[in-house]
């Protein structure tokens, strides 16, 4: 099992940035492929960005491209989003999310196994 804690969400105007943090239990976050997604009221939850264990593949969702960054700290065990340019649009609770071991997630939800309660953002006009 692996619990996820997110934080760093807001309420901000278009334009404005946040940095997100997810920190996990445990001490072996290193093997855990990992991902932020966002779900807007009355939408399906989506993916944002994802990064691998191995570090050797990163995803940004097209509606982020060039204003989203994700990273990862092994040492501490802490995900984290890094959102410029913030648009109305990007409104929305964002949660962080885990695969199982070893494995290459990418862009579905069914490829993570552990979510964390989400953190709300907010984007004013």
């Known amino acids: 099992q692996v619990q996820l804690v997110e934080s760093g969400g807001g309420l901000v105007q278009a334009g404005d940035s946040l940095r997100l943090s997810c920190v996990a239990d445990g001490r072996t976050f290193s093997r855990y492929s990992m991902a932020w997604f966002r779900q807007a009221p009355g939408k399906e939850r989506e993916f944002v960005s994802g990064?691998?264990?191995?570090?050797?593949?990163?995803e940004l969702a097209d509606s982020v491209k060039g204003r989203f960054a994700i990273s990862r700290d092994n040492a501490k065990n802490t995900l984290y989003l890094q959102m410029n340019s913030l648009k109305p649009q990007d409104t929305a609770i964002y949660y962080c999310?885990?695969?199982?071991?070893?494995?290459?997630?990418?862009?579905?939800?069914?490829?993570?196994?552990?979510w964390g309660q989400g953190t709300p953002v907010t984007v004013s006009s």
């Open positions: 990064i691998r264990w191995s570090v050797d593949r990163v």
């Open positions: 999310a885990a695969s199982r071991p070893y494995y290459f997630a990418a862009a579905s939800v069914r490829d993570y196994d552990y």
